[in-house]
DNA sequence: ATTGTTTATGCACGTTCTTACCGATTCATG
DNA sequence: CATGAATCGGTAAGAACGTGCATAAACAAT
């Protein structure tokens, strides 16, 4: 492997190794980089100081918030259902959708009506059975190696897949949204998937947490146009909406609840 | 099995198979975890303490609140849960796996010992799901238009994504199992995808619960080989069972369980 | 060019953690 | 109550750890 990098080089790579496999060995990572145990114990200490990753006896381990998905979906439910309602409306009888990977996205389909029909495609195998409780939603899968962390498949296959695809709509799951830097996203795979499927779509949805706006992460998945339409929580800060709306896009805003 | 996991790997992996079938036991867990039972008593005894499971003489329990699925598989979820525990003895570390639609192969699936690492190939939804909750398993979705009677992909794009795999095992959800009629199904489309999973795996093992004996459907999936492991119940009828060992194929009795 | 400062790294040391084994004790069951 | 299995506490070996220190490189200012 690379003999010498930056140590910030070398914390990038062991980053990298946690998203993809969960785990890391301090003795591994010091054989793989050539360098002596303490380096890497330090080099995981500052990490997970930084919040970056779990430290544990041997080695360290990927943050339970970043990796097991059943978690994620947990935390703020209430908040997007209320994202989710709001968001449902951009929906038609007889459209084909195409729903990426997210927690944010699973409250959508979940939260659609039960009437409506349309042909749904989505990476996703937890959207995918949601999906399927409804009678009226035709459900295709796009195949794939799934990416444990995005919960989704993602890569070449899942890309081929998408060659397949014409939708009406793209809903998009957001990592970061600011109205310079875009709509980007923190993995790396995922994003190029993420941009493949906006691309092909004739319009995009992105439903986004409050906690995600104005977030910038080191890939770009699209910057925004009028071909969007964003849907942003009822607190999410005046001053921001405004921005984001200069960029062409259709901002929609949840209704606010009282409880 | 799962040869070298950190403590707190392990413990995690505990948590996840407490979850799941809602006890554990010491002598298992130290056996598929290749540690000693005093380690495995260690964990238990932290994880007590911890409030996150209960300590009882022989193994450990999950807390009531830990447990949200076992309602809603319901009782035949006991004898799907005895066939699948005889079922996952057939795999083993480092195996690639294609694993058909049917709830009974879902519950195998979940059945899995927490540390087995697989590479899982499956083209129902709701089986990747599950398997993504195992931290070692490579998951790989098949895609496709999902049928939804039977809840995972099969036609012509799932056929095509079934090319990709040579599996060493292709565990297929049973229909129909008859010594002279073979592996027959009722839905054509299914069956047709089926015969090609089958065909492209070195072994084929069908677990099938006492209701399938003997039945006999219109659309032929395999005949019965020295290729095949059926797993039966354990109250499956001798003759039946002396009569299916006849094809060449390998008879596996799940164990009888009191309570 | 020189000097001082910061940063990254490796090494040595004592400390802590994990684990398996042993003996004494407790528990479930006939 | 007798018996064997399961458990608990202690112990020891080995691995992993953190700290302090020295070295070397990179950098800034003089």
């Given at each position: 492997m690379a003999s010498d990098l930056l140590s910030r080089e070398r914390q990038d790579a062991i980053r990298a190794q946690l998203r993809q496999s969960g785990r890391v060995l301090a003795g591994d990572l010091a054989r793989a980089f050539k360098v002596s145990e303490d380096t890497i114990r330090r080099d995981l200490r500052e990490m997970?100081?930084?919040?970056?990753?779990?430290?544990?006896?041997?080695?360290?381990?990927?943050?339970?918030?970043?990796?097991?998905?059943s978690v994620?979906?947990?935390?703020?439910?209430?908040?997007?259902?209320?994202?989710?309602?709001?968001?449902?409306?951009?929906?038609?009888?007889?459209?084909?959708?195409?729903?990426?990977a997210g927690s944010t996205n699973l409250a959508i389909v979940q939260a659609l009506p039960p009437g409506l029909s349309l042909t749904?495609?989505?990476?996703?195998?937890?959207?995918?059975?949601?999906?399927?409780?409804?009678?009226?939603?035709?459900?295709?899968?796009?195949?794939?190696?799934i990416d444990r962390h995005v919960g989704a498949a993602i890569g070449a296959q899942a890309e081929r897949d998408l060659d397949m695809l014409r939708p009406d709509l793209c809903i998009l799951g957001a990592c970061g949204l600011d109205a310079r830097a875009g709509l980007t996203g923190l993995v790396?795979?995922?994003v190029a998937f993420k941009k493949i499927a906006a691309a092909r779509a004739a319009a995009v949805l992105v439903a986004c947490t409050s906690d995600k706006l104005e977030a910038v992460h080191p890939f770009v998945i699209a910057s925004l146009s009028d071909r969007m339409t964003l849907t942003?929580?009822?607190?999410?800060?005046?001053?921001?909406a405004t921005g984001l709306k200069e960029t062409g896009a259709t901002i929609l805003r949840a209704e606010p609840v009282a409880g």
């Open positions: 997970a100081a930084a919040g970056l990753c779990e430290r544990v006896y041997g080695g360290a381990l990927a943050l339970p918030a970043e990796q097991p998905f994620r979906t947990g935390i703020s439910r209430g908040r997007k259902q209320v994202l989710a309602a709001a968001a449902v409306s951009c929906l038609k009888d007889g459209m084909t959708v195409f729903v990426d749904l495609a989505t990476n996703m195998p937890a959207i995918a059975v949601a999906a399927l409780e409804h009678a009226r939603i035709e459900v295709i899968a796009i195949g794939g190696r790396y795979d995922d942003l929580e009822a607190d999410a800060p005046d001053a921001i």
